[in-house]
């Protein structure tokens, strides 16, 4: 053991982050802006790699935040910065920035925000007004927590806002209809003006969760549930381990894992994975066997159904009304193992950081616990007694010095709040 206490990411509260962004857009930009709104990172609790296949995820948003201060413009220029680039600020013309790869290619982070107004214009709101923008962000990047999806959401509220759109409502009281064609806008903006070909549910979570509760989102047809999940009030947190583990979706991994379900979909003659029922997976694995990659399509395919299930089964069990604990709380865990397992054997979207940080994890008494996100990197969660959460967090750290990785950082995940505007 050591005496090193484990790093914990706090996140900043609505006041300091509204703060911060108001004081960074009048030093660089000499106004006061229209407002400032913010957008939250996320965490899966279950339901990995399922959303692209018209499946079941359980996310929560996070406590920790991108908070954008926004000044509407009367021209089409689109100016940002963040306390990284106070240098050099990006400035762009919404009439000529375009998708990756396009002569109109917009770099980094100011894709996520001025690609929402671009995508915005695609998908029928013409003709949007420019604007200019200070971030200041506390959810960790490239952590696999949504760093990019609450960068884009918070753009969306804020436009929504003063273009008068009339999708988002308030976070107190939101338009879920409205927000839910956000969320289109912000997939959009991921997948065309950044190249990362991931599904919606990042952005689902940031514009649709609630405080308090886990979002079941059925990606078939964008239906939400909110289910329950004040752990602290059952005695039990989770924890998130960020492994500090490269983490990217637009390296060509998540498109191969994206593409074979594909394949598997149409050798299997059916729209989406989703579509094979559980019952149903060992005729459809049978008829996967014969094709040329048959290995890799059999393994991807089975993640996916017996995720959806596993996501079906723990939406269930947190819904029946009885406290997590006991059997109860036994099962979860079980299915949130589980849950690893697929993603590590079948999915192989894992890697070392990860397995060692679940494995640590269960060892010092977690009830479970998973890689969270797109995996590769990134970050896992662990479900645990509210008072084990420091000792949990340093046995995972104490795990990786013995395996020379980089120390990880610890985040306590609260279900909150989703994007609005703070002030
Ligand atoms: C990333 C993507 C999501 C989802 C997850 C895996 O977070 O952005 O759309 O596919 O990976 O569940």
New binding site residues.
Partial sequence: MTNDAPVFAPALSPKEGSEAATALFREVFEAEPDGVWYAPGRV?VI??????NGGL?LPIALPHRAHLALRRREDRVVRLVSPQTREKVDVMDLDTIGPKGTPGEVEHWASYIAGVAWSLERDGFENLPGFDAALVSCVPLGG?L?SS?ALECSAAVAIDEVAHLGLAGTAQEPDDTGRARLVTSCVRT?NEMAG?P?????QSASLRCREGHALELDCRDGSVTHVPFDLAAEGLALLVIDTKAKHS?DDGQ?GAR?AACERAAEILGVELLADIAIEDLPGALERLSGADDADELVKRTRHVVTEIDRTRRLVSLLQDGRPLRGEKLAEAGRLMDASHESLRVDYECTCPELDVAVEAARAAGAHGARMT???FGGSAIALVDADAVHAVAAAVADAYRREGFNPPAFLDAVPAAPAGRLV
């Fill in positions: 899966n339901g990995e790699h399922t959303d692209y995820a696999g949504s999806a991921e990362a991931t599904g919606g549910m990042d979706l998540y994206r996100g797109g995996g």
